[in-house]
């Protein structure tokens, strides 16, 4: 059964993120993902395009799947209950970290083991980026929205 609008989640989520970025608009779609043989799901995804200088692999990507919303950024993602909090300001909300990555207030990093992929997180510092999880890496690629956090290294 294939349903092809999406939640009324999906929907409030859009007109929040373009109420904040009305600029965004040519760039969300529905898409839809099989979930079983008898079930299919729709829901709205963002696909923002990324300054050069940032030199991602993936851009900033916003979903609303699974009554959450996703935001991706490189090799990282994070999941998230709401938008934004009308009410007060909540720095968990997708709102804030999305902000918080277009101003370079925040980058992400991911580790590496040679050519395999260990795991990624946020980081504010990029002087200390040990992971705040346990894994063996040999190397960390720190990615920001203008390239300013940007960094490709070999730890040794």
């Known amino acids: 059964m294939v349903d092809l609008e999406p939640n009324q989640f999906s929907i409030k989520v859009k007109e929040r993120i373009l109420n904040d970025f009305p600029e965004w608009r040519n760039y969300w779609k529905i898409e839809t993902k099989e979930l079983t043989k008898e079930q299919d799901?729709?829901?709205?995804?963002?696909?923002?395009?990324?300054?050069?200088?940032?030199?991602?692999?993936?851009?900033?990507?916003?979903?609303?799947?699974?009554?959450e919303i996703t935001v991706c950024f490189d090799y990282y993602h994070s999941h998230f209950d709401d938008w934004k909090n009308s009410n007060d300001y909540d720095g968990n909300?997708?709102?804030?970290?999305?902000k918080n990555i277009i101003m370079e207030k925040v980058?992400?990093?991911?580790?590496?083991?040679?050519?395999?992929?260990?795991?990624?997180?946020?980081?504010?510092?990029?002087?200390?980026?040990?992971?705040?999880?346990?894994?063996?890496?040999?190397?960390?690629?720190?990615?920001?929205?203008?390239?300013?956090?940007?960094i490709d290294r070999k730890i040794v």
Do not use: C, H
Not at 42 to 67: C, G, H, Q, R, W
């Open 93 to 98: 909300m997708a709102y804030y970290f999305v």
């Open 107 to 150: 980058g992400v990093i991911s580790y590496w083991q040679d050519y395999k992929w260990k795991g990624s997180s946020q980081i504010i510092d990029i002087n200390n980026y040990q992971p705040g999880f346990k894994t063996i890496y040999n190397r960390i690629r720190i990615r920001s929205w203008n390239g300013s956090f940007n």
């Open 41 to 67: 799901i729709s829901y709205i995804i963002f696909e923002i395009p990324t300054p050069i200088k940032a030199n991602v692999d993936s851009d900033l990507l916003i979903y609303t799947m699974d009554e």
